[in-house]
């Protein structure tokens, strides 16, 4: 259908997608919670003579943008936003635990065996314990009352009196199969399309239609903010710049109704 000149509602934009400079698709936002497209003209006034009215408008330099929001996080749309380059494979990945110390002394923790070695630290979490907040030194053999040993990543306490209650273990462990995104000194943002898709409601026929919103130029502008909130959903905000896509027909932004 053609553009509605009648009020029209977007009811749902909930996915959107970022192309490359070969229009291969590099990052999908499927949970699209908020896009505020702005499409900026500003212009200066100019006063003179007697008149308390502008006589004339100077056009000002254009910043058009998008500000998006979206519910999920995935690598892909990290990786586009910030140009950081995806590695699969053995990285040391930090961890903690809190254990409770075992008859022996013996603590043991989850990763003992893929720990890495000298990144292990012990401190004692237990209140009613005299050694309480105090981290423990690694020795190499006869621990005393605030050391330990480390054989196998099995952790041997020189304490007697800190079977049954808490240690926090800090320390790294090797990951032979893990994703990464890394994010360099030389790392350098792309310049994408941007493609939004919807569905709008006339207001007044209550026909539903969809909304195509493309950006032929982007590029990513301010801060990408991973938002991480206890027991809230998440909510990253990516904001991009329209960029001029040099194109012989001058398009920047397309809204099309089908």
Known sequence: MALSTKQWVVDDISNAALFDENDNPVAFFERLTKMTL???SKQQRVYGGASKYAFHLTE???????QLENAELDFNMLLAATG??????????????KLTVATGGIVTPSKAAVLVAGTDKVIVVSKD????????????????????????GVITLGDATLVGKDV??????????????????TTRNK???????????DD??????????????SKMLGTFNIDQQRKNATANTLELAVLDANRSDGKVIDIITT
């Open 38 to 40: 702005s499409i900026d």
């Open 60 to 66: 000002q330099d254009a910043e058009s943008g998008i």
């Open 84 to 97: 950081a380059e995806l590695a699969t494979g053995s990285v040391a990945v930090p961890f903690f635990e």
């Open 129 to 152: 314990h005299t050694s309480a907040g105090k981290q423990l030194e690694r020795v190499s053999a006869t621990p005393t009352a605030l050391q330990y040993t480390i054989a196998a």
């Open 168 to 185: 926090r273990v800090f320390g790294s462990y090797t990951s032979v199969a893990s994703t990464s995104a890394s994010i360099t000194t």
């Open 191 to 201: 310049s994408y399309k941007f493609v939004a898709y919807g569905k709008a409601l």
């Open 204 to 217: 007044s026929t209550e026909e539903w239609f969809d909304v195509t919103i493309i950006i032929y130029k």
